[in-house]
């Protein structure tokens, strides 16, 4: 009705604007306070190798702990702090904090990955900050991974690619993560050398439902293996999902199945239990640690 009455509408969709936008001025001001009394921390999603069920290591996702609502997910503060230009402080304090603390893992073969968002590339300082946070915590440059979406290349293209040069070669491997969501996943990989394509979890959520599914996933994984691309599926929860990934030869996989995000502590002292044995057939297979 609505949008068929022209002007006099406006007022109509008012209360519901004012609404959105009190709504992130209350979550912007509740990201300085964060920010200010360190009510963020990171939790650890393991990842492990489809082929021996080796844990391989985890990526951080940032949690928020607000005095009042509880913990908050990023989907609710990420897409605020980008907006507003809080994404700067936070993305640093989440690059400087994953580092320090996987330079302290006991196992010092983990590696660590962590998310950019676009939104931190445009100021075009991210690999002094990586730098920075390398620097600061000692972490093996070899260990650090940076996830970024490839909205991420829709803009800017070209100072973009620098700066995720920049990164490479300070050591550091770069990975496109939900790949398969937007539309230029494919034309990206021909810009930059990935070293790592992760598979939406959309996709993965439905393997074994729809025959296209599997063949769009069997295709990624295919492509992978002729660009020398290390493969991740993102967001395995069944034992069919694993099945499937493994038979069609992707090389990691995360997700509930085998790990919430939690603590480091935790999973390591925990081992899934993988629905394949060491060929890949009928037996189940806890990893050695
Ligand atoms: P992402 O990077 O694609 O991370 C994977 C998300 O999928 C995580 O959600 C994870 O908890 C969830 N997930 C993992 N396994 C499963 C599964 O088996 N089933 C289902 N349904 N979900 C699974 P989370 O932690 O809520 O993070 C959401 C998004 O927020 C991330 O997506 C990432 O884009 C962003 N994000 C998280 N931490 C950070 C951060 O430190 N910095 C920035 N810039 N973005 C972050
Ligand atoms: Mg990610
Ligand atoms: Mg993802
Ligand atoms: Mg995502």
């Not at 006099?8 to 936008?21: I, Q, V």
């Not at 075009?124 to 972490?139: C, D, P």
């Not at 991420?152 to 990164?167: D, K, P, Q």
């Amino acid at each position: 009705r609505a949008k068929h009455s022209g002007r006099s509408t406006f007022s109509w969709y008012t209360p519901e604007l004012d609404s959105d936008a009190q709504k992130r001025k209350e979550v912007e001001a509740g990201l300085i306070k964060a920010l200010k009394y360190d009510q963020f921390r990171l939790l650890y999603q393991p990842q492990y190798s489809l082929r021996d069920g080796e844990l391989k290591g985890y990526e951080a996702l940032i949690r928020w702990d607000h005095p009042e609502k509880g913990t908050i997910k990023p989907d609710v503060f990420i897409p605020v702090a980008e907006d507003t230009g809080l994404i700067q402080e936070i993305g640093t304090w989440v690059l400087n904090r994953a580092c320090r603390e996987a330079a302290m893992w006991q196992d010092q073969n983990r590696r660590i990955a962590v998310n950019v968002s676009p939104a931190q590339f445009i100021a075009g300082e991210t690999h002094k900050r990586v730098a920075q946070a390398l620097r600061n915590s000692r972490l093996d440059p070899g260990r650090l991974e940076i996830e970024i979406t490839e909205s991420l290349l829709i803009s800017n293209t070209e100072a973009v690619i620098e700066t995720l040069r920049e990164i490479r070669d300070m050591g550091v491997s770069i990975a496109m993560d939900d790949f398969g969501t937007g539309y230029s996943s494919l034309s990206y990989l021909s810009l930059f050398p990935f070293d790592k394509i992760k598979i939406d979890k959309s996709f993965v959520q439905n393997l074994g439902k729809a025959t296209s599914t599997d063949a769009i996933v069997t295709s990624i994984i295919g492509l992978g293996r002729s660009l020398d691309v290390t493969i991740t599926a993102e967001g395995v929860e069944t034992e069919e999902q694993a099945i499937l990934l493994r038979a069609a030869g992707c090389d990691l996989v995360q997700g509930f199945m085998f790990g919430r995000p939690d603590s480091v502590e935790k999973h390591e002292a925990s081992s899934p239990v993988f629905p394949f044995d060491g060929t890949g057939r009928s037996r189940i297979l806890r990893p050695q640690s």
